[in-house]
């Protein structure tokens, strides 16, 4: 009998789509990065990359829709620093489909373990 493990996330669709969308991209990944160790500004972020301003915010408007980042004023500057929370959640998702894919391993192995157990059966009773 097939057995199937469904995955569940605290993440709706959308904000698991959001997520992996934001996470596509190498510079977002590097943004993210870069805020997880600590916050920075805007203008901080941009300096670093061989991309126009506007491009950068951009880049971290998604992280903002996907809520990876939390971008707050500070007089004329926007800093930026990554949400662990949200991060936490996409993490946790990630285990679960790991979890899902080791346990569909390990039956496909019990599986092929018990065909060769039962090909060596058929093997020793021609003997």
């Known amino acids: 009998m097939y057995n199937q493990m469904v995955v569940h996330s605290e993440l709706s669709d959308d904000e698991i789509d959001r997520v992996f969308h934001a996470l596509a991209a190498a510079t977002r990944r590097d943004i993210l990065r870069r805020t997880i160790e600590q916050e920075h ?36 500057e926007r ?16 285990a679960r489909y790991e979890d899902l894919w080791r346990s569909r391993v390990h039956r496909l192995d019990a599986i092929l373990a018990e065909a060769s157990a039962s090909d060596t059966d058929t093997d020793t009773e021609r003997d």
């Open 41 to 76: 500004s805007v203008s901080t972020l941009a300096a670093d990359y061989d991309m126009s301003f506007a491009a950068v915010q951009k880049h971290v408007a998604v992280l903002e829709a996907a809520n990876l980042i939390i971008k707050r004023a500070e007089g004329r």
């Open 79 to 94: 800093l930026v620093r990554a949400d662990p929370a949200t991060i936490a959640r996409a993490r946790t998702l990630l």
